[in-house]
Structures are given as C-alpha cells and as structure tokens.
C-alpha cells in the first residue's frame, strides 16, 4: 500500500492506494478560503497551511482506511514543480515518516501525477493506459499536450509561453469582477451567456515558439478582454458580464481543442485524454467529447475527484512508474522548475 503526500501549491493532500491502484482513501484540506482575500496564492501563507495541515490529515486517512503502520509499504512524496516553499513542507515531512518507518521513499513529478490521474476510477482499480494517446494538462499552472505510448514514455508536444489555461481563466475573472478561484466562477457566469457574441482571439503560436512543436499562448486573451472592458466598461456589470464569460472561456477552450487537434493529425492516437484543475470545466469536457466522437477515440477524462491537485495520483504515478533503477530514499529533494521533459518522475 503507497502513501501519497501532495503539497505542490495549495491544497494539503494525502492518500492511500493499493498495489492495482485501488484508491482507498483520497483526502484534500484546500486553502481556498485563506488566500481568496489575496486573489491568489500566497506561498508564505501556503506552506504554514501545509505544515499545520499535514500530520492530523494523515492520522485522519489513516483511520479512514482503517490500517495501520505496518501496512504501509511505501511513501510518495510530490518533489515538484510547484511553489518551493510548499513542496519542501511535504517532502521535509514525509522524509521524517520514511525514516521512522523505514520504508522506502519516492519523489514524484507533479505533472506526471496528473498524466495517471486520467487511470484513476473513483471506486476501483487504476485503468490500463497501454494503447497510444494524447493527453491535455491543464491547470492555474499548466498546460501542456503530451503524446503518451507507455508508463515511463511520453513526449511533450506543446506547453504554455506564457499564462497557463487557468491563470489565464483567473486572472480573466479578476478583470470582470468575479471571485476566486476564476475558473468556477467563470464557468458558472457563462452557463446563461452566448459564446459567440465577442470574437476573442485564440492563442495559437507558431510551432517552435518556445521551443515546442505545439505551444499554447494565452497573453493576447487576457489583454484582449482588458482592453474591451476598458472600452465597454458596462459589459462587466453583472446583468451583461455572462456573454463576456462564455466569449472569454470559449477563446480559452478553444485554443486548447485546436492544437490538441492539431497533434491528432500528426501523432498516432487511440485515445485522447485530460487531467489537471481546468479538465472540471463543463465547456472543456463537452468540447473534448465531440473531439472522440468525431474522430472515434476513447475518451479518458479525469474523474472531477481526482482534477484538483491530489495525492492519489502521487501514489498511483510511484505505482505505475517506479523500477527497480529509481533509488528510493530519504535524499529526496524538492524541485520547483521539475518538468516533463525527463521521462522518469523519480528523484
């Protein structure tokens, strides 16, 4: 049985999953309430969060499960990215636990916790992910588009030169005078709006841009929706802001279905699939779904459980991913710039 630790950014995580990637028990504390004054993330105020957090929530999952010390076989622990401060409260605390265990002790990268979450059933066992496929990454920190053909082998195609899809739908909320997190209250403004009625441009960049063959921009969006409210100023009120919401998330939305469709006409693909905070968006969901249909792919969408960042996927990653030639240890270290391009998660 894997213990998962997840303190990326700002939401404490822990899990435990059996060996077929059985989630026995999924636990978040989110922060939301203690950074919606700021409008955003403050990692000082992040990591105190994590530190108070992390113990009770795993004495609390522990119980949950009903299982003991003993049972634990091992302990995966998220080693970035993230913010630096909030990775090292949990990779400082499971170190500490490996030790008094004497358990083994493996750090994941977050993004490919993210890539596993797509496997991940609310109520049984991991789903085989063996056939060749496409993946979005989307959240307030990422995106990319990754072409996955095994466990341990992936390619990224494309990534973000700028904002990340939910960065972008944040800080497009800010501007329209809705609440934190963004991307909820977008969604909910649109759902009354018309998604046609401003013609907000799409961030598509020229492949190479950045170095990726697939890149995604979402700068032009956001400026573009500053400088329509600065000349429609009436548009943000609330009887008239749900045609901007759904124009806005619309732009974002789309600009992720084109390069995914762009990478379906170049790689081979039995099934497309999406994970990270942005895959809970209803628009995003229904978009991806035409996308298989039209081109008769399976369909893998994160369960809404496992969007967010959470320890489950941490577990299950270190389940899937882990051999015999990744040392296990307790000289794991944080890296908050970890990325995709290396095609093992271990530290």
């Known amino acids: 049985m894997m213990l998962g630790i997840e303190t990326s ?27 919606r004054i700021y409008g955003g993330v403050v990692p000082e105020i992040a990591s105190r969060a994590h530190v108070q957090a992390l113990p009770p929530l795993v ?21 970035g990215p993230g913010l630096a401060s909030s990775l090292l409260a949990g990779v400082a605390y499971a170190r500490g636990l490996a030790q008094r265990l004497d358990r083994p002790l493996y750090g994941i990268n977050h993004l490919v916790g993210h890539l596993q979450s797509i496997a991940l059933e609310p109520s049984g066992p991991a789903v085989a992910l063996d056939d060749p496929h496409l993946v979005l990454l989307v959240s307030g920190g990422h995106t990319c588009l990754v072409h996955r053909t095994g466990p341990e082998t992936w390619t990224v195609l494309g990534q973000t030169i700028d904002d990340a899809a939910g960065e972008a739908l944040d800080k497009g909320a800010r501007l329209m005078g809705l609440g934190y997190p963004g991307g909820p209250e977008i969604q909910r403004e649109a759902e009354n709006g018309n998604p046609g009625a401003v013609a907000f441009p799409r961030g598509l960049a020229q492949p190479g841009a950045g170095g990726w063959r697939l890149p995604f921009t979402y700068s032009g969006v956001k400026t573009s929706l500053l400088y329509h409210l600065r000349k429609h100023p009436e548009d943000a009120s609330p009887g008239r802001r749900a045609d901007i919401a759904a124009s806005y ?10 390069q995914l469709e762009r990478a379906l006409a170049q790689y081979p693909a039995r099934m497309i699939g999406c994970g990270g905070g942005v895959a809970r968006n209803r628009r995003l969901r229904e978009r991806l779904a035409a996308v298989a249909e039209h081109y008769g792919l399976h369909l893998r969408l994160a ?3 496992y969007c967010a960042d959470n320890a489950a996927m941490i577990a299950a990653a270190a389940g899937v991913c882990y051999r015999p030639r990744c040392p296990a240890g307790s000289t794991v270290e944080v890296d908050p710039n970890l990325s995709l391009a290396s095609p093992l998660p271990m530290a």
Not at 9 to 35: F, K, P, Y
Not at 59 to 79: F, H, L, N, P, Q
Not at 249 to 255: F, I, L, N, P, S
């Open 9 to 35: 950014c700002d939401e404490t995580a822990v899990a435990l999953v059996d060996v077929d990637g059985h989630v026995r028990v999924s636990l978040i504390n989110s922060q939301i309430e203690l950074h």
């Open 59 to 79: 004495d609390e999952a522990m119980r949950e499960a009903g299982v003991g010390w003993k049972e634990i076989t091992a302990i995966a622990v998220t080693r």
């Open 303 to 305: 369960a809404p459980a």
């Open 249 to 258: 998330q619309e732009a974002v939305v789309d600009t992720l279905i084109k």
